[in-house]
């Protein structure tokens, strides 16, 4: 959780690489699976390449499915989910439940002050701050701190995080394959038993968290502006880490009650990859956690974005260099036309033979740097976006004209069958690639098994992108690649420094 | 040599046990046993072309995937007086600016229909080529490779592209104020040295295609590099193409490779402040380190991780965990291989905090010099160095990519072997000992990138303070 992740910016360069989403046949023989009474999902591969195992759990919850008094809940509980359980993390639980409820009281009656705004008593919430200080610090007395990192780290765990997107929220670790019973233990422990300690100071760390990875940004605060422009209706806008007002109005009540309903095994998919014996792993994850209750299921969202009925252009003005941001609605996973954008996706914005790298990079020389991927997640309808650094002294208007007249081409000239050829190719290299590491293939496993329903989704994938044809691309660049379907980003250039001494 | 590695497996006894233990008690993680896993460090096969190249090789026919690497000894601190920036430009423009028989496009044309991947960049005193390639095309990928080591093309076009973007990349270098601060420092701490010299766009306007034919001339030649290759392939098909390709390039002048000087070592404070409208101040401070070769390598591992090189590192517990002051904080000795390496320490918080919290980064730094560690501490750290040894193994492209570098940078040859047991030796009194002698808080170098106006101390307190006119 050093670097909790969550999907922000990663998106301009990590994402860019959709189309890499598939895999071998292989992959079919591989992957070994198990359903247990109470809803749980195990996803296994076994790979002797070296005495390691890789472990992620996805629950399929995420920020979308927050209501609007909970917006940035996912990833604050994310965190909280690291500070232990009732027997882990704690010198005496016991003692310490009452010194909690207690905090919490406190903290309600001081969100509730704070809550008046200018109306707030001062003097009043001056003394529930420092009571609820004194509360944690007398709390603390009973806390192992970070007794899960210190578990894993002793014996050898690497990578220990976790990251919560828009669709759901992972939990990850590797480690010597002999401790994989370790693994089994904590994390059965923090499905069934977390405990939010240290909830308050943890919340303080998470404003700081979306001070550096927004406010101090400018290239993510416009990231961030873009995607809330674009979902007027639908939860998709609204940032993960949650806007900052949100963040001061989380409590711990809030976050137990996100935790209760969704943290549950229906909602979670279990991926173990490396050195393992499958047989043996599926008793020892029905030893540990076949014992936990189902939850709710998390609900579909049922809102939906209305048709756009015409551009819609945000700016950010920074202390930055110019960006440029063009976004237009899609489908999500699943649908056949989120398939023909893949393939549009590496034609326009894969490597140096893409159609945006030689037209803006190499021959116009208007940008320095374009890559196309999709965001904000994948479950529901979203963006297929075109992102540009302008090239000095060029602008963004400049920028954005010539990459319309990209997106026009596709619409006007079919594509050659070598470009297609080329992205099947690229598919053949990435379906060998992806299975080179067990987090890799755990990861992959759980994303697509949580977002597309099957992990199948990648076996099948290959043989989807072989029966677009240049019509297909046609056809969905006509429709969706429209004016009023589109939106605009830019940032524009304010540079004015802090005051001089 | 095929690719294996010895372990035992848990036993097929504690298998059976399993089963039965449906409604037994679940173990406890604070407590709990486990099979033994012992773990011999994998080795890769050492050949010689036959003009003396060393090549790593270690086959696995997992997947049908090549990769090849060559390291070089070239980089940055290369660089001619007033032409800052010419290693990576060289670096860049292997690759990007075509070879002799293929223009610039077709290059790119060819390499990513059959989906093989050269990449070349050159950093400080490393310079790397890497091939990947599915096994069907190992044979074309691999004559491109050589070709975009020894016949570059440097298409002017292409070379005037990549100007213009380091040009544009110096414009954008202020946006982002961590990688302000991370330049400042290093620039503070290796003053006067090569390392602490960034590309100006002057330096990179100087530089033109003559210069990195010339820089190509001297430094990519079969005795400046160490091959490394993994994969599905095999051998001797593998030895016999390197050695048509590679092996039979013998350079026309011997190897002279230019005396950069070495760092020196000088300790003292500044105070370095940039201006930012920012409501997050990012902090950067430390001072120049140690090199691999320090007896105290060991125990500075250690020191790293009790330090600021875990989630319950000193600086994290403190300024994260318990005081909810920062997201990211931490500490760490980058171990220099041919120059001095540095201590830099990193976090950022909101601006009303910011002296608070520089005074206690210097205070936790300081006071790994004052008392030993506790056993505690110095057990996790060394248990999770020692226990987590094995993740540096876990690809057969990592393992012998790992022996090339040890071998590049003359490293001796048990480093690998024994480097648990060393960890395993360290005691409190080294630890201390080592603190004492490669800490220096008196000499910090500090970096503030924000808007002092909301600062809640005068950075005065932390020294003399200079401000940067940032470029």
């Keep these: 959780m050093k670097q909790t992740l969550h999907y922000l910016l990663t998106g301009l360069l990590l994402l860019c690489c959709l189309v890499s989403q598939a895999v071998a046949a292989g992959l079919e023989d591989k992957v070994i699976e198990h359903s247990y009474p109470n809803g749980l999902k195990l996803l296994m591969v076994e790979r002797h390449t070296s005495p390691t195992v890789s472990a992620w759990i996805r629950f399929k919850v995420g920020s979308v499915n927050e209501r609007s008094d909970e917006r940035g809940i996912a990833h604050l509980l994310e965190h909280m989910l690291f500070k232990g359980t009732k027997t882990l993390g704690t010198r005496n639980y016991a003692a310490e439940a009452p010194l909690l409820q207690k905090i919490e009281q406190v903290a309600q009656r001081m969100l509730a002050e704070e809550a008046k705004g200018d109306k707030a008593d001062k003097s009043k919430l001056e003394q529930q701050r420092s009571e609820l200080a004194g509360l944690e610090k007398k709390a603390e007395k009973y806390v192992i701190k970070d007794e899960f990192f210190d578990l894993y780290a002793r014996n050898g765990g690497v990578g220990y995080n976790a990251f919560t997107a828009r669709d759901g929220t992972t939990y990850l670790i590797s480690l010597p394959s002999n401790k994989l019973e370790l693994w089994a233990a904590i994390e059965s422990d923090r499905m069934k038993n977390a405990v939010l300690r240290e909830f308050y100071t943890e919340r303080s760390v998470v404003m700081e968290e979306r001070r550096r990875s927004y406010d101090a940004e400018p290239s993510a605060k416009l990231w961030e502006t873009f995607v809330a422009a674009a979902y007027q209706a639908h ?44 047989a043996q792993v599926i008793r020892l994850v029905e030893r540990y956690f076949g014992s936990i209750k189902p939850g709710s299921p998390v609900p579909v969202v049922a809102t939906q974005e209305e048709p756009q009925q015409g551009e819609r252009r945000v700016e950010v003005l920074g202390d930055a260099e110019p960006e440029l941001l063009l976004g237009f609605h899609k489908p999500g996973i699943g649908a ?54 302008p090239r000095a002294p060029h602008s963004a208007a400049e920028v954005e004209q010539a990459l319309l007249e990209e997106l026009e081409r596709l619409k006007r000239e079919p594509v050659s069958t070598r470009e297609l050829e080329q992205v099947l190719n690229q598919l053949e290299y990435e379906e060998a690639r992806r299975m080179g590491t067990n987090g890799g293939l755990a990861r992959n496993l759980t994303e697509y098994e949580a977002t597309a329903g099957t992990w199948r989704y990648m076996t099948t994938y290959r043989a989807k992108v072989a029966r677009v044809t240049p019509a297909d691309i046609q056809r969905v660049a006509r429709q969706y690649l429209t004016r009023e379907n589109r939106l605009v980003g830019v940032l524009t250039t304010d540079k004015t420094g802090g005051k001089q001494l | 040599m095929t690719f294996r590695i010895r372990f035992f497996l848990i036993s097929l006894l504690a298998l059976l046990c399993c089963t039965s233990l449906q409604a037994a008690e679940l173990a406890n993680p604070r407590s709990m046993a486990f099979p033994p896993l012992t773990f011999a460090v994998p080795k890769a096969e050492r050949a010689v072309l ?51 028989a293929l223009t610039p496009a077709q290059l790119d044309g060819e390499l990513e229909f059959m989906a093989s991947s050269i990449e070349s960049s050159f950093g400080t005193d490393l310079g790397s080529v890497t091939m990947t390639s599915l096994a069907k095309n190992l044979p074309r990928s691999l004559q491109l490779f ?94 016999a ?67 600021g090189g875990s989630f319950t590192s000193r600086l994290m517990m403190e300024i994260r965990t318990n005081q909810g002051l920062a997201y990211n904080v931490g500490s760490s000795f980058d171990v220099g291989r041919h120059f001095i390496g540095s201590f830099t320490a990193e976090t950022e918080t909101r601006a009303e905090k910011t002296g608070k919290t520089i005074g206690l980064m210097e205070t936790i730094i300081a006071g790994m010099q004052q008392h030993p560690v506790s056993p505690d501490e110095l ?33 001796p040859a048990d480093y690998l072997d024994r480097y648990r047991d060393r960890i395993a ?21 500090l970096v503030v990138v924000g808007d002092q106006q909301h600062f809640d101390k005068p950075l005065q307190q932390f020294g003399k303070v200079t401000t940067l006119s940032l470029p």
């Design chain 1, 235 to 278: 939860p998709y806008g609204q940032p993960t880490i949650g806007w900052t007002s949100d963040i001061k109005q989380l409590s711990r009540t809030k976050a137990e009650s996100f935790l209760h309903r969704y943290y549950a095994p229906n909602n979670a998919v279990i991926a173990v990859v490396g050195d393992i014996n499958p």
């Design chain 2, 425 to 445: 030796a360290v005691t409190r009194e080294d630890l201390l000992r080592a603190a004492r002698k490669h800490l220096h808080p008196e000499a910090f170098k």
């Design chain 2, 50 to 100: 036959q003009n003396g190249t060393p090549v790593y090789l270690l086959q696995d026919h997992e997947l049908p995937l090549v990769t090849v690497t060559a390291l070089l000894h070239t980089g940055s601190v290369y660089d001619p007086p007033g032409k800052s920036g010419l290693a990576a430009l060289t670096g860049s423009q292997l690759r990007g600016g075509g070879t002799g």
């Design chain 1, 336 to 389: 056949p036309d989120d398939i023909v954008f893949d393939v549009i996706s590496a034609i326009l914005g894969q490597g140096r033979t893409s159609r945006l790298y030689r037209a803006l990079v190499l021959q116009k020389q208007l940008a320095t740097q374009v890559s196309v991927f999709d965001a904000p997640g994948s479950l529901y309808p979203n963006l297929l976006v075109l992102y540009a650094a």
């Design chain 2, 379 to 411: 057990k996790l750290a060394k248990e999770s160095i020692i226990n987590s040894f094995l993740f540096g193994f876990t690809t057969p492209a990592s393992i012998v990519l790992q022996q090339a570098r040890l071998e590049f940078y003359s490293y």
């Design chain 2, 241 to 307: 193409q390197l050695n048509q390709l590679i092996g039979s390039i013998v350079p026309a002048k011997p190897l002279a490779l230019p005396v950069v000087p070495q760092v020196t070592p000088s300790f003292s404070p500044a105070v370095l402040y940039a201006p930012k409208q920012i409501n997050q101040t990012v902090i950067r401070l430390g001072h120049l380190g140690i090199t691999k070769d320090d007896p105290d390598l060991y125990a500075v591992r250690v020191l790293d991780f009790i330090l």
């Design chain 2, 146 to 239: 050589s070709d975009i080591l020894f016949k570059p093309r440097f298409d002017e076009h292409r070379l005037n592209v990549a100007r213009q973007q380091v040009l544009d990349a110096i414009r954008r270098q202020n946006d982002d104020p961590k990688e302000l601060a991370d330049r400042e420092l290093r620039k503070a701490i290796y003053a006067g040295h090569p390392l602490g010299l960034e590309p100006t766009a002057d330096s990179i306007k100087a530089i033109t295609r003559t210069d990195l034919q010339a820089f190509q001339t001297q430094f990519i030649r079969p005795d400046t590099m160490i091959l490394a290759v993994s994969g599905d392939f095999e051998r001797s098909a593998m030895l």
